[in-house]
């Protein structure tokens, strides 16, 4: 079955990094359009990037990054690892939430935000 496993969060100071990890696994991982999106307590989950598929005529991936994280987080992906990462760099105290990857086998434009699958997400904490 799919699964989705994020990994890589953790408490970090205000400019800090962190690299997120996505481990993919039950399906055909290169296929699909992937994304990163997070909650912060008391409020929605929010999208944060998402990455596109490289296919039969589509030889680069595209990205799109919320306002809120443009210029400091990077998606990639290793399809050969079935791999989704989040680089996050310049961390501000409001970037903490819970960070979860998703997935789908639909091909969308990249400002869709609805997803098939969701793993269970990962702590990312920012001090001050």
């Known amino acids: 079955q799919v699964q989705l496993v994020e990994s890589g969060g953790g408490l970090v100071q205000a400019g800090g990094s962190l690299r997120l990890s996505c481990a993919a696994s039950?399906?055909?991982?290169?296929?699909?359009?992937m994304g990163w999106f997070r909650q912060a307590p008391g409020k929605e989950r929010e999208f944060v990037a998402a990455?596109?598929?490289?296919?039969?005529?589509?030889?680069?991936?595209?990205?799109l990054y919320a306002n809120s994280v443009k210029g400091r987080f990077t998606i990639s992906r290793d399809n050969a690892k079935n791999t989704l990462t989040l680089q996050m760099n310049s961390l501000k105290p409001e970037d903490t939430a819970v960070y979860f990857c998703?997935?789908?086998?639909?091909?969308?434009?990249?400002?869709?935000?609805?997803?098939?699958?969701w793993g269970q997400g990962t702590q990312v904490t920012v001090s001050s």
């Open positions: 990455i596109s598929r490289i296919g039969p005529n589509i030889l680069y991936t595209n990205s």
């Open positions: 039950g399906f055909t991982f290169s296929n699909y359009q």
């Open positions: 998703a997935a789908r086998s639909s091909i969308l434009a990249l400002t869709t935000t609805t997803y098939d699958y």
